[in-house]
Antibody
Framework: EVQLVESGGGLVQPGGSLRLSCAASGFTFSSYWMSWVRQAPGKGLEWVANIKQDGSEKYYVDSVKGRFTISRDNAKNSLYLQMNSLRAEDTAVYYC???????????WGQGTLVTVSS | EIVLTQSPGTLSLSPGERATLSCRASQSVSSSYLAWYQQKPGQAPRLLIYGASSRATGIPDRFSGSGSGTDFTLTISRLEPEDFAVYYCQQYGSSPEYTFGQGTKLEIK
C-alpha cells in the first residue's frame, strides 16, 4: 500500500525557517518525480516544487524561488522541503505527492500544517 | 501562465442526479495534460481523471471526463452520497508549470 507521511509542520514566526519531511513507503520511491503542493486555509491548491528521480532537476513556483529548497534521499525513501524566510502567505497545509508522470499528481499524503505568524 | 476557471463555484444537487462541472482554460491546453481531483473535507486530494478522459485506478465509471482545447468537463452520471466534495481541474505546462482551478464545491441539495 502506498503511504506518504508528512511531518515537520508547526507555528513559526515571519522570517523563520522550517524543514518538512515526507516518508514514503509501498512503492519504489527512487523511480518517480515527487512534488510538494500546498493549500492555504479555505483556499485552493498550489504547486510549490518538484524534484526528479535522482535529484538532478528541481523546479519551483516563482513565489518560493530563493527561499525554499526541495531535496530527496532515495536511500531513506524521503522527500524534504527546506523553507526559509517564511512569510504569512506561506501559511498552508503542505502535501507531498507522487508524480508517476510529470504532468500530474497521482497520490497525495495527508499533509502537514505550516502556520507563519507572530 | 494558463489560468483555469471552474464553474459553477458551488453546485447543489441531490443523490441520484447528474453533475456537470466545467473547467475553462485561458489558452489551449493539451488534453493529455488535463486532470481532475476530488477533495473531501479534511482529506488529501485524490486523482480522478487524467488525460482529460481516462479514469485513474479504482475510480468508479460514473465519473467521466471530456473536452479539448480550452473547455473541459467532469461528469458524474448518478451522484452517490460519497461524491459530495470539492473538485479541482489541473493542467501541466512546460517550464514546468502546474496550475489548478479554484474548485467547484458539490453539495447536497
Amino acid at each position: 500500500e502506498v503511504q506518504l507521511v508528512e511531518s515537520g509542520g508547526g507555528l513559526v514566526q515571519p522570517g523563520g525557517s522550517l524543514r518538512l519531511s515526507c516518508a514514503a513507503s509501498g512503492f519504489t520511491f527512487s523511480s518517480y518525480w515527487m512534488s510538494w503542493v500546498r493549500q492555504a486555509p479555505g483556499k485552493g491548491l498550489e504547486w510549490v516544487a518538484n524534484i526528479k528521480q535522482d535529484g538532478s532537476e528541481k523546479y519551483y513556483v516563482d513565489s518560493v524561488k530563493g527561499r525554499f529548497t526541495i531535496s530527496r534521499d532515495n536511500a531513506k525513501n524521503s522527500l524534504y522541503l527546506q523553507m526559509n524566510s517564511l512569510r504569512a502567505e506561506d501559511t498552508a497545509v503542505y502535501y507531498c505527492a507522487i508524480q508517476k508522470t510529470v504532468t500530474l499528481f497521482d497520490y497525495w499524503g495527508q499533509g502537514t500544517l505550516v502556520t507563519v505568524s507572530s | 501562465e494558463i489560468v483555469l476557471t471552474q464553474s459553477p463555484g458551488t453546485l447543489s444537487l441531490s443523490p441520484g442526479e447528474r453533475a456537470t462541472l466545467s473547467c475553462r482554460a485561458s489558452q489551449s491546453v493539451s488534453s493529455s495534460y488535463l486532470a481532475w481531483y476530488q477533495q473531501k473535507p479534511g482529506q488529501a486530494p485524490r486523482l480522478l481523471i487524467y488525460g482529460a478522459s481516462s479514469r485513474a485506478t479504482g475510480i468508479p465509471d460514473r465519473f467521466s471526463g471530456s473536452g479539448s482545447g480550452t473547455d473541459f468537463t467532469l461528469t458524474i452520471s448518478r451522484l452517490e452520497p460519497e461524491d459530495f466534495a470539492v473538485y479541482y481541474c489541473q493542467q501541466y505546462g512546460s517550464s514546468p508549470e502546474y496550475t489548478f482551478g479554484q474548485g467547484t464545491k458539490l453539495e447536497i441539495k
